[in-house]
Nanobody, 113 residues
Framework: QVQLVESGGGLVQPGGSLRLSCAAS????????MGWYRQAPGKQRELVAG???????NYADSVKGRSTISRDYVKNTVSLQMNSLNAEDTAVYYC???????WGQGTQVTVSS
């Protein structure tokens, strides 16, 4: 019933920044924790950043210090700001609940010169 649509991906140079956004069809952010996940070529899907219903955040070591996850209760969106991007950040990024339910199409992030 809940639809999650990711956007904001694209091609960015190393050292650049992107802001990913996830729009939800329902008012779920006050109930569930949300997370941004990613899956790089040849690798398992991993949790990049999470935010609980209470607002607590957690980040993977690989993005800690250069990423920020945030929520907008009015717009029903969850965003991920990523700075100082490098090639290892290249992946398809997905938003989902914590724990995740069904996966959407995600948004492609490619970091390359």
């Amino acid at each position: 019933q809940v639809q999650l649509v990711e956007s904001g991906g694209g091609l960015v140079q190393p050292g650049g920044s992107l802001r990913l956004s996830c729009a939800a069809s329902g008012s779920i952010f006050s109930i569930y924790g949300m997370g941004w996940y990613r899956q790089a070529p040849g690798k398992q899907r991993e949790l990049v950043a999470g935010i609980t219903s209470g607002g607590s955040t957690n980040y993977a070591d690989s993005v800690k210090g250069r990423s920020t996850i945030s929520r907008d209760y009015v717009k029903n969106t969850v965003s991920l700001q990523m700075n100082s991007l490098n090639a290892e950040d290249t992946a398809v990024y997905y938003c989902n609940t914590l724990p995740p339910l069904a996966w959407g199409q995600g948004t492609q992030v490619t970091v390359s010169s």
